[in-house]
C-alpha cells in the first residue's frame, strides 16, 4: 500500500503523522511512503532522515492526496485538504466530528474511508489513540493556565504554588479520566491545592488511591459544579464522552459567579467544550475575556509540545497503521472490532453513532456500512 503523510497545516500544528521509525517499519512490510518535504520539521525530524527511512519525498499536499491510498494525518483535515480526499481513499487521523457538522457533511460527501483516532478502543477498555494526548493536554494545563493566571496575561495574578504565608491556588479539575488525573498529578506539583469532579465512583476511588488526601474528590452534580466553580482560580475542564460533544457542565451564569480574572483551560474543546462560554481557540490567539474570566481554549494544545506528542501518538497508532496497510481496510476492520469501532464515515454513510445524534443524520452501522458495494476510486 502506498501510504502519504501530507504537512499539517493547522495553526501552529507542528506535529506528523509518522515518523521515520514508522515510515521504516512499514516499508519493512512491503509498503511505499510519500511524505510531503518539511513534514517533520516542526517536531525536529529533517526531510533526511525520512529518506533514509526509505521515503519518497513529495513537494506538495496535492500530489500524496492524488497518490496515496492511506492518509495518515494528526489533525482533522480542513476544508482545503477534504476537497482533495478521494472515494475509497483511507484517512486515518483525529477527526472529532460531533462539533464539526461542516467536517462531517465534507467527509460524506468525499465517499473515502474515515477511521478516527479518538475512537478507536481497547481490549483492556480506554480508548488507545487517544490517551497519549489526553497524557499531554493534562500535563500542559496546568501549565497554560498557570500563565494564563499571571496579571500581564490578564489573570488574577495568583501563584499556583503559593509561598509561605500566601495560600497556594484553588485548582478545579472537571472529569477524572486520563487528562484530568495527568493535569491533577501536574497541579498537585506544583503546590496548588487540587479538587477533581466526578460523576463515576470507580474513578473517584481510584484518584483516592493514587492520591491520598493530597487531592480532594467530589461527586459531580449539577449544584456541586455551580458551588465548586467559584472557589477555582482555574478551572480545568477534562470531560470526555467518547465520539460525542462534550457535556455542557458549567453554564455562563456559573461563569459569572467566578473569581474575577480566574482562568478555564478547557481540554474538552475539541469535542465542542464543557463550558458555554468556551469556544475554540488557536495558539496564536490562545485566550479571551467572559465576564472577567480568561478561557485558554486551543483545539490542538499537544501541538506546543510538538516532538513528544508526535513520538507518543505514533507509539500509539502505528500498529493499526501497519494493520490496514498490511491487511487492507475490510480485512483489518473485520479482524479487529476496536479498529473497526474508529470508523466513523464509510462510502459516504456515517458509521458513528454519537457523531451520528450529534447531527440528527442517518447512522448505518460500521458492519452494515461495510457489506455495502465498495466505493470506487
Known amino acids: 500500500m502506498l501510504i502519504g503523510v501530507p504537512k499539517e497545516i493547522k495553526n501552529n500544528e507542528y506535529r506528523v503523522g509518522l515518523t521515520p521509525s514508522s515510515v521504516a517499519e512499514l516499508i519493512h512490510n512491503g509498503h511505499a511512503v510519500l511524505v510531503q518535504t518539511s513534514a517533520g520539521l516542526g517536531s525536529g525530524l529533517a526531510d533526511e532522515e525520512y529518506v533514509a527511512a526509505g521515503a519518497t519525498i513529495a513537494g506538495t499536499a496535492s500530489e500524496i492526496f492524488e497518490r496515496a491510498e492511506m492518509i495518515v494525518k494528526v489533525k482533522e483535515p480542513l476544508a482545503p485538504e477534504r476537497k482533495m480526499l478521494r472515494p475509497g481513499q483511507i484517512l486515518f487521523t483525529y477527526l472529532h466530528l460531533a462539533p464539526d457538522l461542516a467536517q462531517t457533511k465534507d467527509l460524506i460527501a468525499s465517499h473515502a474511508t474515515c477511521i478516527a483516532y479518538e475512537t478507536v478502543t481497547s481490549p483492556y477498555g480506554g480508548l488507545p ?61 506544583m503546590g496548588a491545592n487540587v479538587t477533581v469532579v466526578d460523576r463515576n465512583p470507580e474513578a473517584l476511588r481510584r484518584l483516592a488511591l493514587q492520591f491520598g488526601t493530597g487531592v480532594r474528590t467530589i461527586f459531580s452534580t449539577r449544584s456541586a459544579v455551580a458551588e465548586i466553580v467559584k472557589r477555582a482560580d482555574l478551572l480545568i475542564g477534562a470531560v470526555l464522552v467518547p465520539g460525542a460533544a462534550a457535556p455542557k457542565l458549567v453554564t455562563r451564569a456559573m461563569v459569572a459567579t467566578m473569581k474575577p480574572g480566574a482562568v478555564i483551560v478547557d481540554i474538552a474543546i475539541d469535542q465542542g467544550g464543557c463550558c458555554e462560554t468556551s469556544r475554540p481557540t488557536t495558539h496564536s490567539d490562545p485566550t479571551y475575556v467572559v465576564d472577567g474570566i480568561v478561557h485558554y481554549c486551543v483545539t490542538n494544545m499537544p501541538g506546543a509540545v510538538a516532538r513528544t506528542s508526535t513520538f507518543a501518538l505514533n507509539n500509539a497508532t502505528l500498529p493499526f497503521v501497519l494493520a490496514l496497510a498490511d491487511k487492507g481496510l475490510r480485512a483489518a476492520v473485520a479482524a479487529d472490532s476496536h479498529l473497526r469501532a474508529g470508523l466513523n464515515v464509510y462510502a459516504g454513510h456515517v458509521t458513528c453513532k454519537p457523531v451520528a445524534e450529534a447531527h440528527g443524520l442517518e447512522w448505518v452501522s460500521a458492519e452494515t456500512a461495510l457489506n455495502m458495494p465498495p466505493a470506487v476510486n
Do not use: D, F, N, W
Open 129 to 189: 489513540l487517544l490517551t497519549p494526548m489526553s497524557e499531554v493536554a493534562g500535563r500542559l494545563a496546568p501549565q497554560a493556565g498557570a500563565h494564563c493566571l499571571e496579571k500581564g496575561a490578564g489573570g488574577r495574578g495568583v501563584l499556583l504554588g503559593g509561598v509561605p504565608g500566601v495560600p497556594a491556588g484553588e485548582v478545579i479539575i472537571l472529569g477524572g479520566g486520563v487528562s484530568g488525573t495527568q493535569a491533577a498529578i501536574i497541579a498537585l506539583g
